[in-house]
């Protein structure tokens, strides 16, 4: 059966003579409207990221945020904590591009190969050099090529009968023909494939209950409320918060309210990578608040605690989990 034609050559071209992703999107059109409205179609250009590196100053930073391809430094390794060798990625490695960068993380970074073929877990009738790798796919070491730290978490605490992959949390699973393009649509048939929306959205809403909270020891009386929330991360393979570079914060706020829903006191605590404050997978902390009461308190309601994801700014609130404990005084 025929596999590749040589129809459009340019695709598998390197360097500047690679047209853009935006090529690939005459065909892939699906797959390309789900990577423009993602994060990694923005890695270079959005504001944080420009800001961060002082205009684009910290060359160390492009290597991944507009890869040329991850395919320069894949080796197999063994890793201390498993048996098998696996593609153990070393990001220092990876060589950044100097066109294009407005793609960030684009089509060729993570799909062409040092071979100029395009790589990709399926077979297919393609317009250019084509090379089937499901395996590699399909696994963790593809994104951990880029996402060493997580990775390496994920190395550390995968297994115990849980063989999830990032792509089973990030990319969500869809049935659907490679390309939309016609006639070439035609040639093809329906396939088990992934979602390129690289979301921790799609993470949240397969695994709704991957982070629990629970009020514990409550003490409640005429002068104080005090107690504990626990937290446990119940389902991720990788900290909460996870990653090395940027902002990443993740907060608690404990909350007690009136009896018209308005907030009377409140507590806030933080969890950070740097200060190792992260929720470790299947780690359970324990946060301990104690509210004095007076006579402005009025009628109490209820204690609320939620838990959510942060930027510097405060304009990324996205929930992980709420509880609340209806209170009886």
Known sequence: MLTSMNI???????????????K???CHIDIYKEWEGSTHSKSYTSDKFRIATNNYEYGFC????????????LEKETVDNI????????NSEIAARDYNLKDGVDCQG???????EFSGPHEGISPHPLKKDEEFYKSSELCGTCHVDTFEEYLTYVGNGNDETCQDCHMPAVRRKLIQDEP???LHKKKEGKKHTFSRLSAIEKNKDFVRLKFTEINNN???IAGNVEIINTKVNHSIPTGKYGYREVLLLINLKDNLGKIIKSKQESMFVELNTQIKPGEKKIYSFVFDLDDKSGELKELEAVLFRSNFNRTDKTLFAKVELQLGL
């Open 83 to 90: 048996d098998v060798p696996v593609t153990q990625a070393k």
């Open 62 to 73: 492009i290597r991944c945020h507009a890869p040329k391809t991850i395919f320069t430094l």
């Open 184 to 186: 070439w649509q035609k």
């Open 110 to 116: 993570c799909h062409l190969t040092v071979d100029c």
């Open 8 to 22: 459009h050559p340019e695709l598998a071209e390197r360097g500047e003579k690679f047209p853009g992703s935006y």
């Open 222 to 224: 005429n002068d104080q």
């Open 24 to 26: 690939c999107g005459h």
